[in-house]
């Protein structure tokens, strides 16, 4: 009876181990998890990036000369030059 019961005792520990990598904390459902939410906040981060990019060069823009400034003047306050004549087109 001792021949078959340590083989058996050593089977039932390595099912028990086995159970706990796949199935347990830690396991494979908690590892695809984390690979999901990995890819995720790398996309947000390309964007973010991307974003931070844009607003670079913006103050870049605005720090450099009075272009960018007159620019933004023109398209978000409608200022014109005295002298010039405002053309709008509807679309």
């Not at 706990?20 to 459902?29: E, F, I, R, S, V």
């Amino acid at each position: 009876m001792g021949r078959r019961f340590v083989p058996a005792l050593l089977l039932v520990l390595l099912l028990l181990l086995q159970a706990q990598l796949w199935l347990g904390k830690g396991g494979l459902p908690a590892v695809s998890k984390l690979d999901t939410e990995l890819k995720s906040q790398t996309q947000s981060n390309e964007a973010a990036k991307l974003r931070n990019a844009q607003i670079n060069a913006e103050v870049t823009d605005l720090k450099e000369g009075m272009g960018m400034v007159e620019e933004r003047a023109r398209q978000e306050l409608g200022m014109v030059k005295p002298g010039e004549i405002l053309v709008q087109i509807a679309k």
